[in-house]
């Protein structure tokens, strides 16, 4: 049986509220969605806190004991066993962060005194030899190097070898051998950086198998030997603290 032309005109009318109140939920659902996105929590920041109270955890094995403002990220401020750790301090003071000084901490100018640590676990094993006559060596164009800048011997990279934008540096102190991998400096890098890579940590202990690297600027570079005793002391200090 075909609608009376009362139903139709019943259709008519219910269709014609049924479709924006169907379009009125839809937008409902899509700004909560959004309201939902914009007050969702956001995730601790990377800053370290301007407290100086110890944190006790471990990098595989290796027991520290670190004030809570050298540490840089919320997960590791907790403690515990962790898989690493990223610390910041200042050249040549190795002051942990401070409110005061936050504009230091925050710096990216090319002689900007930060110093960024990493201690992580899955050492390579390598020790720095081995890392110069392994990882470094195939690459390298001048094998004898180039000796007398600040006590260190320069080595060049082939272009395309994923090195060449850099340089190496290499000098001995009373730890041995030390490997700084350094940017050079042009117009895209006006900052560059230098990078000690994978020292052991804990290796006094049997069974231990965790690594130390640290990053400053290369302004630095006439002073390795300050940065890596400093950073090597420490790094002493917070194992002691463990």
């Not at 806190?49 to 944190?55: A, E, L, P, R």
């Not at 301090?89 to 190795?94: C, E, W």
Request: net charge positive.
């Amino acid at each position: 049986m075909s609608p009376t032309a009362d139903q139709r005109e019943a259709i008519h009318q219910h269709s014609g509220w049924l479709i924006p109140l169907g379009f009125g939920v839809v937008i409902l659902v899509l700004c909560g969605l959004i309201l939902g996105w914009y007050l969702r929590p956001y995730p601790k920041g990377r800053a370290p806190s301007g407290g100086s109270q110890i944190v006790h955890l471990s990098v595989h094995g290796v027991r520290l004991g670190i004030p809570a403002n050298y540490i840089t990220t919320a997960h590791a401020q907790a403690g515990g066993a962790q898989d690493s750790v990223a610390l910041i301090a200042l050249f040549p003071s190795f002051r942990g962060y401070s409110r005061d000084e936050a504009s230091l901490f925050a710096g990216n100018a090319p002689d900007s005194p930060v110093i960024r640590l990493t201690l992580r676990g899955d050492n390579s094993g390598l020790d720095a030899r081995g890392r110069l006559d392994r990882v470094y060596r195939p690459y390298i164009t001048d094998p004898a190097g180039t000796g007398g800048l600040f006590g260190l011997t320069r080595y060049s990279f082939a272009a395309g070898s994923g090195y060449d934008g850099n340089e190496l540096f290499a000098g001995n102190d009373s730890e041995g051998l030390e490997l700084f991998l350094c940017e050079k400096p042009g117009p895209d890098i006006p900052s560059p950086n230098c990078l000690a890579l994978d020292r052991p940590l804990g290796q006094k202990a049997t069974g231990r198998k965790a690594s130390l690297s640290w990053r400053f600027k290369r302004a630095y570079l006439s002073r390795w030997r300050e940065v890596t005793s400093g950073v090597y002391q420490l790094i002493g200090r917070f194992e002691r603290s463990g």
